[in-house]
């Protein structure tokens, strides 16, 4: 789906090739494919991809919470993976979990199909 | 500098275009600049390829810990964001400051010149 009108992603996130699937108040969907130039030493998904696809899930939930037209950064971000990812799509679901004025927390799961694969939890700061 | 000989870097690594600066036991310097395809919506290097540096910069440190011929993976990692950078090159030096049999402790700084950008931590399994 498209972003609100006048808005674009960012040059990052068109480089790993990310997806919006969905935007509501607060949430954001956003998937990933298992492109070769993902890839870790180890061919699987890396890990560095996939926070990167929480990051911005997260932050277009953040702004979908309090509005296109206020820009918000990451202040912290706590990352748990739980199982590799050998090829296919993940699905990642951001929701802001407590929209404050000036701090947002938000919570990120990433799934591929049924199965976990990582789990986050965020702050923004609303500029 | 090179890895280890029959090292080769992460594709992901190649697509961010992060570059080895120093490895030695347990700690490894990784830099990265800040090229157009890694800006954020607000045209600053996006905490995703900042969190990615740190990641690729910590599994090098852990490998030169417990040796290239054993792979880790990442368990979980925390990053503090503190200041948003617009332009130029970070440096990234990862430590690895508990090498244990079944988990390496690490941590990592990213600094652009003499001022922090990042601070994180994290756990990496041996495989």
């Known amino acids: 789906m498209d972003l609100p009108a006048g808005q674009t992603h960012s040059a990052f996130s068109e480089l790993l090739g990310c997806r919006l699937q969905r935007l509501d108040q607060g949430v954001a969907e956003v998937t990933l494919s298992l492109e070769q130039h993902l ?3 180890a ?6 991809a996939i926070f990167s696809l929480v990051d911005i899930a997260m932050g277009l939930a953040c702004s ?7 820009q918000s950064a990451t202040i912290e971000c706590k990352i748990n993976y739980i199982r590799a990812v050998s090829d296919g799509d ?3 679901t951001a929701r802001v979990i407590h929209p ?3 701090t947002l927390v ?5 799934y591929q199909e049924q ?3 990582a789990k986050a939890q965020g702050t923004f700061a609303v500029l």
């Open 100 to 102: 404050g004025r000036r």
């Open 39 to 41: 890839r870790n030493r």
């Open 106 to 110: 938000v919570e990120a799961e990433v």
């Open 64 to 70: 979908s919470a309090h509005g296109f037209d206020q």
């Open 90 to 92: 993940v699905l990642c």
């Open 43 to 48: 061919g699987k998904l890396h890990g560095g």
């Open 115 to 117: 199965k976990l694969v």
